[in-house]
């Protein structure tokens, strides 16, 4: 018995010194920081925010790499922990969400077979793109819904996926599995920015629309009798929704689909109601606005384009200020168009929602004479965009007193217009 616990004992021994020893020889250093990062981080490993699990994340946040709410699965609770082991500051970020591109399912769309084969869309669009006629079209399987690690995708009745945006965080799972790129984060400031582009699955008449108004999403709403929402739709595009609603060539009619079968649907006709009934019940309807920046931004020139940018740089989160040379906005929409065809209450209407907008207007002061660039830029304005008007085609002829020089006869009305 004696000799049995000796041999266990060495072996113990033998056992433990080998431990050590191999302790030793395989030790690999962990940062503490990245360790208590590590622990903070809820171990989702969900790659949203760009590296695969959690732990490289919080390596590389303490390398500089990535920053402390680069956590798209955590709250504002965990960038605060995180900031604080780093010893650093956080800076609100504007929140992701996942937005789905297609809008017919399978039951309304032409398909080119029926697929009974494996329940994902990965494995569908390997044979021949998928069961759709169109190419471009969301399958339906639910891949993205099974990738979603967070409850917030849900294929709708019309077999397309829907977004639970309160639980939507922004991680880019579904984005990453969805062969054909149906679903995409978007964000506000997205929003406002992106243009439509020819491979995109909208109308023919969203296509020839100048500024792009979702037009079939509008006259939705009309239908449905939510005309404040249908004006919401139409100015995420256009800062003067009630000035064009009347003096538009309304190109999109003559790409109306309907033309194929009788007379194109009232597209223009239908904005003007909805423009005018905000008007008339003088209740102002306000688009989507990012978060506020401290960013200013002058904008010389309190024309079209000038109130224009200045309309879209205040929902991009800046504070934009106008800089007009004369005693009234509106550029050319004020001097050059008829007052039976457009009055001056409605340009007002539509000039006063830019300023609600949360853009600050300065008239009578014209440049090189009450400010120089220079000037604005040390009054602390981060870009200064100059919306002058026509001067290429005018100013630049140099001296206009030469009674043989050739004007633009748009100019010539203009003029006669201002003496009256």
Known sequence: MFQSILMMGGLGVAIGTVLVIASKAFYVYEDPTVVAIDDVL????????????????????????SGVNSCVAAGEDVAMAIAEIMGVSVSDTEPEFAGSGCYYGNDEADMEYKYLGVTDCRAAALLFGGMKVC??????????????????????????????????????????????????????????MREYTQEECITPCQRACPTGIDIKNYIRLIKEGDFEGSVQVIKERNPFPTVIS??????????????????????????????????????????YKAPATDKKIAVIGGGVQGLSTAFFAARLGHEPTVFEATDSLGGILRK????????????????????????????????????????????????????????????ARGDVNQAEMVFPGAYLLIDLLRSK
Request: with cysteine.
């Open 336 to 395: 050059a168009i008829a007052r039976e065809r457009l009055s001056m209450d409605v340009l007002d209407w539509d000039v006063e929602g830019v300023k609600e907008m949360g853009v600050s207007f300065k008239t009578g002061t014209k440049a090189g004479r009450d400010f120089t660039i220079d000037g604005l830029l040390k009054q602390g304005f981060q870009a200064v965009f100059t919306a002058t008007g026509g001067w290429d085609s005018r100013l």
């Open 42 to 65: 809820p171990g989702a490993n969900c790659g949203g925010c760009g590296y695969p699990g959690c732990n490289a994340n919080a390596e590389a946040i303490v390398k500089g790499d």
């Open 135 to 192: 190419r471009i079209g969301c399958l339906g399987l639910g891949t993205c819904v099974k990738a979603c690690m967070f409850g917030a995708l849900s294929i709708g009745s019309d077999g397309l996926p829907k977004v639970d945006q309160e639980k939507c965080t922004g991680c880019g799972a579904c984005e990453r599995v969805c062969p054909k790129h149906i679903i995409r984060l978007t964000s506000v400031t997205r929003r406002i």
């Open 246 to 287: 009347r003096i538009c060539p309304a190109p999109c009619e003559f790409n109306c689909r309907r033309l194929l079968q009788d007379e194109s649907v009232a597209i223009n006709h239908l904005k003007r109601f909805v423009c005018d009934y905000e008007m008339n019940q003088d209740k102002r309807v306000l688009p």
